[in-house]
């Protein structure tokens, strides 16, 4: 049937257009923005599953934060520890040395003033191993709780004292005035040897749990963050070569739409 006022065929050919069209902005959008699933509108299920793991990379996100302050306030307290352990061998040399009675009383009191130097510079030390206003050898705190995962569980790692006048390291009274002293203060250095060599043994350990589980968070974190892109990300060779299906499947329907508009011209020929 000829008419002029329905046009079936320009409708069908609308129709078609429109729905390239749309099709045409889905890719472009995908193109711009690398993601298939960009919002709930995309792909609500999928949209809600990704959210949720996003979720849970910032909480790991948060975690690896807190591991990393903890990783540096512990390697800050070793190598602090490891300078009071080289500075405390020292100690012992000057304290081996003034065992000998023969000694002159000007070197005495230069192997003292040395050996008072090196006992000062180990309580400097102590006093500055800080990070992030922590200090993991001073005492001032027994231990520092650092956050494992997002629920809120906790790695315990041990403050270990290593101030002078504490037990096992008390040196503050030591001297090397006369063989006497010296011998005493040998025997009180062998100990505060022992007593920082287990602490930084302590340390270490503790140190190496937290790599591990650092190493554990990063992973977990890649996994995570490859399952949101395998859900949500666009496949842009795939786009590529649809938008260019695309463009030239519009190109035909504005064509298509363009016969079907002319097809009432042909009533005209009946009245001519």
């Known amino acids: 049937m000829l008419s002029v006022n329905t046009n079936t065929g320009a409708m069908i050919a609308l129709q078609q257009l429109n729905a390239t069209n749309r ?8 193109i711009s923005t690398g993601l298939k699933v960009a919002g709930p509108k995309d792909n609500g299920a999928v949209y809600a599953i990704a959210q949720n793991m996003r979720g849970e990379i910032a909480g790991f996100e948060a975690v690896k934060t807190a591991l990393d302050n903890a990783v540096s306030v512990v390697d800050v307290g070793l190598a602090a520890g490891q300078s009071i352990s080289d500075l405390l061998i020292e100690m012992k040399e000057k304290a081996v040395a003034a065992l000998d009675q023969s000694l002159e009383t000007s070197s005495r009191n230069a192997l003292q003033n040395d050996f008072l130097a090196l006992r000062d510079q180990i309580s400097t030390i102590v006093s500055n191993t800080e990070f992030n206003g922590f200090n993991i050898l001073d005492g001032s705190s027994s231990s520092l ?63 190496k749990t937290l790599e591990i589980h650092n190493g554990f968070v990063d992973k977990l974190i890649d996994s995570l963050t490859t399952g949101v892109g395998n859900l949500v990300d666009a496949d842009l060779a795939k786009e590529s070569a649809r938008l260019q299906a695309l463009q030239i499947k519009q190109q035909l329907g ?10 009432p011209q042909t009533i005209l020929s009946l009245f001519g």
Do not use: W
Request: glycine content about 6%; aromatic content about 0%.
């Open 254 to 263: 504005t064509q298509a739409l363009s016969i079907a508009n002319q097809a």
């Open 23 to 30: 099709d045409l902005t889905e890719v472009q959008t995908r």
């Open 145 to 207: 709780a650092v956050l494992s995962n997002p629920d809120g569980d906790t790695i315990t790692v041990s403050s270990q004292n290593m101030a002078t006048g504490t037990a096992g390291l008390d040196i503050s009274a030591l001297s090397l005035a006369t063989a006497t002293n010296a011998a005493a203060a040998r025997s009180g250095i062998d100990a505060a040897i022992d007593t920082a060599n287990q602490q930084l043994a302590v340390l270490g350990t503790r140190a």
